[in-house]
């Protein structure tokens, strides 16, 4: 019996290695339509609830994943090689002199720190950033079709995934070495966490791309496409969207547009980074806590933001899914081992 054992795990070794192999290219897209799958779980049941058609559920909530998360990346990266094309360096150059003849005085309690700025501002080379600029425009432009083909394949896995989670999730529990309990625990805090996450970052971004995308157009910019970058920027922890109201910002200063700069700096701070970010951002937590997760979980904001950190880090802009998700896998195998090491004393 033993032998029989050790010949079957020999053969599932070496066809589970075959197997990574063999679909190695995919596994980052299988991985993160997997987990927009589980995070978008409820949604899917809700939308079955509906239509009592599991393909019609499938459909739907990937055409809302579609529209939601992918369609704006489809607009930004058209809209990119007209920028690149348009690109003009003497933008650059008129906001080095603005802030060169700019006379400002610090405050006295960090007065110290103005030679330094000067000597910045004195350092910053022209050439270099436009070339700089230019360059990541064009390679963004250059990898733009494999982004497409990634995004196409994960919006394909996904709607399998829709169709036949349950399916899955009850063929592994059928597997796995474990109870049942077990293994639901496993599941609910992952899909309970992904659903927090997901939700409140994509909600989130929406609703503060929105926000910029207001005071945009008011200042006669393209204000769909800046409130994208404002979205996309608003994930990135620490700085957020000053990444995109600062060298806005410094673009009207450097027009003479001295007002404007100050109406798009105290609308982006008091307004976005404030009101909605401080005070209406948890409110949404909240809200999708109660509303779309079937069992409410308390996460760990820190513990989320510094996973997000880590996953932009680490896998770049796929890490924001991947960061909570490993993070919070890793969670529950040591809230499952202190399960099983309870049993095991009782």
Same mark, same amino acid.
């Given at each position: 019996?033993?032998?029989?054992?050790?010949?079957?795990?020999?053969i599932?070794?070496?066809v589970?290695?075959?197997?990574?192999k063999?679909?190695e290219?995919f596994l980052?897209?299988?991985?993160?339509a997997s987990l927009?799958?589980?995070?978008?779980?409820?949604?899917?049941?809700?939308?079955?609830?509906? @239509?009592?058609?599991?393909?019609?559920a499938?459909?739907?909530?990937t055409?809302?994943?579609?529209v939601?998360?992918?369609?704006?990346?489809?607009?930004?990266l058209?809209?990119?090689?007209?920028?690149?094309?348009?690109?003009?360096?003497a933008?650059?150059?008129?906001?080095?002199?603005y802030l060169?003849?700019?006379?400002?005085?610090?405050?006295?309690?960090?007065? @110290?720190?103005?030679?330094?700025?000067t000597?910045?501002?004195?350092?910053?080379?022209?050439?270099?950033?436009?070339?700089?600029?230019?360059?990541y425009?064009?390679s963004?432009?250059?990898?733009?079709?494999g @982004?497409?083909k990634d995004m196409f394949l994960?919006?394909?896995?996904?709607?399998?995934?829709?169709?036949?989670?349950?399916?899955?999730?009850?063929?592994?529990?059928?597997v796995?070495?474990?109870?049942a309990?077990?293994?639901n625990?496993?599941f609910?805090?992952?899909?309970n966490?992904?659903?927090v996450?997901?939700y409140?970052?994509l909600?989130?971004a929406? @609703?503060?791309g929105?926000l910029?995308?207001?005071?945009?157009?008011?200042?006669?910019?393209?204000?769909?496409?800046?409130?994208i970058?404002y979205?996309?920027?608003?994930l990135?922890?620490?700085?957020g969207?000053a990444?995109?109201?600062?060298?806005?910002?410094a673009?009207?200063?450097?027009?003479?547009n001295?007002?404007?700069?100050?109406?798009?700096?105290t609308?982006?701070i008091?307004?976005?980074?404030?009101?909605?970010?401080?005070?209406?951002?948890p409110?949404i937590?909240?809200?999708?806590?109660?509303?779309?997760?079937?069992?409410p979980?308390?996460?760990?904001?820190l513990?989320?933001?510094f996973?997000?950190?880590?996953?932009l880090?680490?896998?770049?802009?796929?890490?924001?899914?991947l960061?909570?998700?490993?993070?919070?896998?890793?969670i529950?195998i040591?809230?499952?081992?202190?399960?099983?090491k309870?049993?095991?004393?009782?």
């Amino acid at each position: 019996m033993n032998e029989h054992r050790f010949f079957l795990t020999a053969i599932f070794l070496a066809v589970l290695y075959s197997i990574v192999k063999l679909y190695e290219p995919f596994l980052m897209i299988i991985t993160i339509a997997s987990l927009l799958a589980v995070a978008t779980y409820n949604i899917t049941l809700k939308l079955y609830a509906i @239509f009592k058609n599991r393909y019609i559920a499938a459909i739907l909530s990937t055409l809302l994943l579609t529209v939601l998360l992918f369609g704006p990346i489809v607009y930004t990266l058209t809209s990119i090689g007209s920028l690149a094309n348009n690109f003009d360096p003497a933008i650059v150059e008129k906001v080095q002199i603005y802030l060169k003849n700019f006379d400002f005085q610090l405050p006295t309690s960090i007065a @110290f720190l103005q030679p330094n700025i000067t000597d910045f501002i004195d350092s910053i080379n022209v050439a270099q950033i436009s070339k700089t600029a230019i360059t990541y425009l064009g390679s963004i432009g250059k990898n733009s079709a494999g @982004f497409l083909k990634d995004m196409f394949l994960i919006v394909i896995f996904f709607f399998f995934a829709s169709l036949n989670g349950k399916a899955i999730i009850e063929y592994t529990k059928s597997v796995m070495p474990m109870d049942a309990e077990e293994i639901n625990l496993v599941f609910a805090e992952v899909a309970n966490v992904m659903s927090v996450v997901f939700y409140s970052i994509l909600i989130s971004a929406i @609703f503060q791309g929105a926000l910029f995308a207001l005071i945009s157009i008011y200042m006669g910019y393209d204000g769909l496409l800046l409130g994208i970058f404002y979205g996309f920027a608003s994930l990135i922890p620490i700085v957020g969207g000053a990444l995109m109201w600062i060298p806005l910002c410094a673009y009207e200063l450097a027009h003479g547009n001295t007002l404007s700069a100050i109406t798009i700096a105290t609308y982006s701070i008091v307004v976005i980074s404030i009101i909605a970010d401080t005070f209406v951002k948890p409110l949404i937590i909240k809200y999708i806590n109660d509303k779309f997760v079937k069992t409410p979980t308390r996460a760990n904001e820190l513990l989320i933001f510094f996973a997000i950190f880590a996953g932009l880090t680490t896998f770049g802009f796929w890490g924001m899914i991947l960061g909570p998700a490993i993070t919070t896998l890793f969670i529950s195998i040591l809230k499952l081992y202190k399960l099983l090491k309870e049993k095991r004393y009782m």
